[in-house]
């Protein structure tokens, strides 16, 4: 098969490519092409990627530039992989509104909205140039947030697209994690229904056992808690890891509901307020200078992380390297499980996966028009994809997510459609003090921090707020 990336430099791509090459069928006599505005990134990619122990052998033509349209012919799979806009509007904006009592994210938040309204054209330029080249490639977008980017691409291109998460195996390390051991576990057969970044699991098994009886039978016992972390996870990822793992359990009771994938934005609005006090406890508003210092350092450290996987382009890397490096940079770990590795082995008819992707519900979800974009299990196998049943979204959070859904697929319909009105109206459909005056005017902020980075038809918004 042939797959270009959009943000072909993208570090994380080493991994999710390793794991594609394991299945010598997938790229045998196939191709990789690596787009990116910052060739020499892509080109460290491509070189990398030739020196892996799974590239050996197959003949797969690995090649990098910043001509998109140039290489999108023959292309099976188009995945994107960015952050749009600038990175000091994005932190303007988290700052405004957290200001503005919201909590900011880069996915399910008004700032999330608001990122979209930067990386949506880029996606749709993307699938206009595949409608050329490559009309019946499937595209698969990362780059947040998904689900406007599915709802907006399939219904209004001709292009079928997916948005997907690295979300989707938290629930391989989370569940084993509730079960008593921190690791992965493959044996888990769930189907899931929601949003991206609030999906819940409506029926599966671990290990063949009812999930929830599984579930129910490992909490009830006498000061359940969770396990010993293992040492590779730093401070910082050992804190969030447990914060979800409690969560999971917090709401599984109180609610009867068992969250597929732990995700802070998403998972926050089933506890909003609390959520916005610790985040308004840590809250120390910064000026405009403060922010460039910190982003100033933020890309040393990502400058410094390219310098650190790049020397190894000129030096041996022996199976000894490739088996334990990760254990001190997971930048080389083979993510055989990645939802990107499921898919390319799926378009190469390797078998076919169940997955859980952010697309139109098209009747798989019990309440939902099929327009609406939501987060539920699918069937791909080659260039097809099929709900994977049907499916309900449980009682206790159906409204939350009909809402949150209904705004996503809005904003899709807005920037497709460069409507400003429609913008106002998909905002304050957002249903965290909807319609309020505190959401108005924290919308007319956020339009007035990215009015230079918005499309022209769309910065009026702020005259129907």
């Not at 098209?362 to 994809?385: C, H, M, P, W």
């Amino acid at each position: 098969m042939k797959a270009v990336f959009v943000g072909g430099g993208s570090l994380r791509l080493l991994g999710i490519l390793r794991g594609a090459m394991k299945e010598k069928k997938v790229f045998t006599d196939g191709a990789i092409h690596l787009h990116d505005l910052n060739v020499s990134r892509a080109e460290a990619m491509g070189r990398m990627l030739m020196k892996t122990p799974e590239c050996k052998g197959l003949n797969c033509k690995i090649t990098w530039g910043s001509n998109l349209e140039k290489n999108l012919g023959g292309a099976d799979m188009v995945g994107v992989i960015l952050m749009a806009g600038s990175p000091m509007s994005y932190e303007l904006g988290n700052d405004v509104s957290l200001r503005n009592g919201f909590v900011p994210s880069d996915n399910v938040s008004p700032n999330g909205a608001f990122l979209a309204l930067k990386g949506a054209p880029i996606l749709l330029d993307v699938a206009r140039k595949m409608e050329k080249h490559c009309p019946k490639a499937l595209l698969v977008d990362f780059a947040n947030p998904v689900a406007v980017h599915s709802g907006m691409i399939n219904n209004h291109t001709k292009i079928s697209a997916v948005g997907v998460c690295q979300g989707y195996t938290n629930h391989m390390w989370d569940l084993s994690r509730i079960l008593g051991r921190d690791e992965e576990r493959e044996d888990f057969d769930v189907d899931a229904a929601g949003i991206n970044h609030l999906s819940f699991i409506v029926k599966g098994t671990a290990a063949g056992k009812d999930i929830f009886k599984t579930i129910d039978k490992a909490i009830s016992r006498p000061g359940w808690k969770a396990p010993k972390l293992q040492p590779f996870w730093d401070p910082a990822s050992k804190r969030n890891i447990l914060n979800s793992i409690y969560n999971i359990v917090r709401f599984y009771r109180e609610l009867g509901v068992l969250i597929f994938s732990t995700e802070g934005d998403g998972m926050l609005h089933l506890d909003y307020e609390s959520d916005l006090d610790k985040s308004l406890k840590r809250f120390v508003p910064r000026s405009r200078s403060q922010i460039k210092k910190s982003l100033d350092d933020n890309f040393k450290h990502r400058k410094k992380a390219d310098e650190e996987f790049q020397k190894w382009l000129f030096q041996d890397t022996d199976k000894q390297f490739w088996d334990t490096c990760w254990k001190k940079n997971f930048v080389f770990k083979r993510q055989d499980n990645d939802i990107f590795v499921k898919i390319m082995k799926a378009l190469a008819g390797v078998e076919k996966f169940k997955i859980a992707v952010s697309r139109p519900n098209n009747g798989a979800v019990e309440g939902f028009k099929d327009r609406t974009v939501l987060e539920y299990s699918q069937i791909i196998d080659r260039g097809k994809i099929v709900p994977a049943g049907k499916y309900s979204v449980p009682d206790a959070v159906y409204g939350l997510i009909a809402s949150l859904a209904t705004h996503q697929t809005m904003l899709g319909d807005a920037i497709a459609t460069d409507d400003p009105q429609m913008l106002a109206r998909a905002l304050l459909a957002y249903p965290v003090r909807q319609n309020s005056q505190a959401a108005r005017n924290l919308f007319k902020d956020l339009a007035a921090i990215n009015r230079n980075e918005i499309q022209p038809g769309l910065r009026s918004v702020a005259d129907f707020l």
